[in-house]
């Protein structure tokens, strides 16, 4: 972006070692994992999108799974371990998970069941502030 541009200007480019938005890290076994980083740039893309009851939004900002209970509103058509962009009921972007359920399982399941898995949310500027990159 521009901002980052104009802040590495005043950097020597001998001395500039990287420059960017941390999208996410690779893991020992090869996967992917995004980081809450990127979540600015990919949530407005988003196609699949769950949001959260007020409720239950303080819960996924401390790292818990979503629950039924807490479930406001999913995207028609997403499926079983789909990649999931989590909301509050006002459209804030909260963090990243992975439907747990598919939009159908979702309507008949127990309301303690587990319908997103957490993997990334943005309490983890808070919690992680020393070591995310």
Same mark, same amino acid.
């Given at each position: ?9 005043? &950097? ?96 008949? &399941?127990?309301?303690?069941?587990? &319908? ?5 949310? &943005? ?11």
């Amino acid at each position: 972006s521009e901002k980052l541009l104009k802040a590495a200007a005043s &950097v020597p480019r001998e001395s500039l070692v990287a420059l960017g938005t941390c999208f996410g890290k690779f893991t020992k076994t090869q996967k992917f994992r995004l980081s809450v980083t990127a979540l600015d740039f990919l949530a407005p893309y988003a196609k699949h999108k769950v949001w959260v009851k007020p409720g239950s939004e303080q819960s996924f900002l401390y790292g818990n799974h979503v629950l039924k209970s807490g479930l406001g509103r999913i995207t028609e058509n997403t499926a079983q371990y789909q990649g999931v962009v989590v909301y509050s009921m006002a459209d804030v972007p909260l963090g990243f998970g992975v439907a747990a359920k598919s939009t159908q399982d979702c309507r008949k &399941v127990d309301p303690m069941a587990i &319908v997103v898995f957490h993997q990334a949310d &943005v309490g983890e500027y808070v919690r992680s502030e020393d070591t995310l990159t």
